[in-house]
């Protein structure tokens, strides 16, 4: 067959196929689709399904082995012990300050981009914003980690104000400085964007029918952008509740992805690991699903 | 509201089908329930190298005159041109990440690893690396005491059941570093990081890993004798939470953990420890006054050893490279970048020779001190608590009664909290 197909281009075979598919745009569809919706399914949805078949498995103290039989042990251990809930606490607490601060900081940013800055201006502010995405991450917390030594620039600045010294060095200070940093240009950028869609004429309009500033600002310009703060946040929350390398570099406290990280690798303790992975994505669900409300992903 | 409730559903329900699937194509995968380990694979021949190694390696291990200020130090490129294997070399910043690295891929894609003790037990008893035969390597026969297959009895972290699984590298202490200006008298106890009342307090360090939890258990050998501990990685229920409590006393002492070696070196430096477990390479690179202190109670130490994959996909090159990595002018060159003594006896005398050239005369003496892990000392080794991973089975007749890493991982989270 092979071998005629191979002589006979117009072979009955390859013209049958294409003739059904030209009828058939259903069968074109799902041809096309079929490699990366396979691709999405095996990989992503069958390791991420993979990864929580694990929380239900469970160590065998005796061997050190998993055991792949049902079992909720994993989760009486999270349940049982404070420490989980202390770290759970601390990371969904830090990673909310971080949220919230990245708000506050990009809102009035993004307000002189997006509305008051000549182009010129804009551009500089934007690339100031964006440039150190381009900086290894490591780096920039390396960065921090240095500023934040006793003996560094934050301390001295903070000395010149004649306050005293302020060490902030491993602490949670440190970990939610760092992180306000680091995820600020996710929570500005999409803020910017939904501040630069915000039509002029209704903010006209606002004032011209004799509403102050703050009036417009609350009944026009916050519910407009809403969803671009909403947006934004999601970046900020979920990546600081993902992290593991910021606390374990400049903070002295674990996060839920330090435990995780310390369960797999010699302790092998993978099914640990997986029941503790549940808690940030139950907690992103809620998120999400309260994010959606806010119309965050009309947004994105 | 009531169509998400059932995509819950469906969704969980599809988890315990997964579960449960997974489940019964392997019912107990393993074999090394209680009886000995037997090796998944011995190495006993070298054949012709195949031009390519991957290792994995603490970083300092593998050096090739590249990194900055080690100009002097390249034992790849002589290797690299003998046996025309080039060198890739990946760092690992922890026991656990080499461990993790070792099994990619199940274990087909590096060769080798530098492996410390508190991972080579796991190593060994998951099968990921192979045994070899010592004989492949004429300098076996120089290999200081406590570590020689021969006779020493300082192995378990890499002799099990008679098999030799790789070949020794370097070893240290884990000593106590202290600020000589902050603290004086000199420290002759561990109590300075454990007890309370420590003039310490609030600027003690200590290792950000569940293996130091046997710097605690050593403590309390002495301390208190009434809880039986006989070997500080053989720890039964009992004595796993006297350790813990002890750790979690410290930590209200503690103003930070030190996971990489820069870590410490940083907090010594801006002042913000001034005693904890250290490692020769911490105390020479540490930029301010401080010494080592060799506590009455005894230290743990590590051991290192090149471990070959039992998988492994260059074998010959890497065990060219374990043979290169017994030599005594290797070894001596590495003494001096890491910090550390070299298991080969010979290796003392050329790290003199080697440190002579490189910082003029009077520098060799210094190999005979703890900056150099008393280079050669052999009561000095056999007095040192070595890592290995604790494993349920404590090696002696209390059975499958201790407690194994994953346990000891849990308490380390308790501990740090």
Partial sequence: MAAIAEHQPRDD?????SAYLFRHPRGRLALTLSAPLTWFLVVYIGSLLFLLANAFWSLDVLTSEVVRGFSLDNFQTLWENDVYRTITIRTVGIAA?????DVFLSFPLAYYAARLASPRARNAVLVAVVLPLWANYLVRIFAWKIMLTPNGFVNWLFELTGLGSLQLGRSNWAVWLTFVYVWLPFTLLPIYAALERLPTPLLEASSDLGAKDSRTFWKITFPLILPGIAAGSIFAFS?????????????????????IYDNVGVAGNTPLAAAFALVPIVIMAVYLFGAKRLGAFDAL | MKGAFRTWLVALAALAVVAAACGEDEGSGGGATGGGIEPSKTYTSIGEPEGELNLIAWIGYVEDGTTEGGEAYDWVTPFEDDTGCNVNVTYGDTSDEMVTLMRQGGGTEYDGVSASGDATNRLIAAGDVGAIDPTLFPEFTNVIGPLNPDGGTNTAHYVVDGNVYGTPYMYGPNFLMYNTEEISPAPTSWDIVFESDSPAAGSVTAYNSPIYIADAAMYLMTHNPDLNITDPYELTQDQLDAAVELLKQQNGMISGYWALATDEIDGFVDGSMTAGTAWPYNLRFTDAPVDAALPTEGMTGWADTWMIS????????????????????VQAEVSDWYGAAGSNVDSCQATKDFVQELYGKGAAADVDTIRYGFCGDADFLQSLYLWKTPLPDCGDDRGQTCTDYSEWTQKWTEIVG
Wanted: glycine letters at 6%; charged letters at 10%.
């Fill in chain 1, 13 to 17: 075979a390859s013209s049958r196929a």
């Fill in chain 1, 97 to 101: 300050a971080v949220t919230i601060t």
């Fill in chain 1, 239 to 259: 990546l600081t509740l993902g992290d593991y390398i910021t606390p374990e570099i400049v903070g002295n406290t674990q996060f839920i992805g330090n435990v």
């Fill in chain 2, 310 to 329: 039992a998988n492994a996909p260059h074998p010959n090159c890497m065990l060219k490279w374990m043979d290169w990595t017994m030599q005594p002018e």
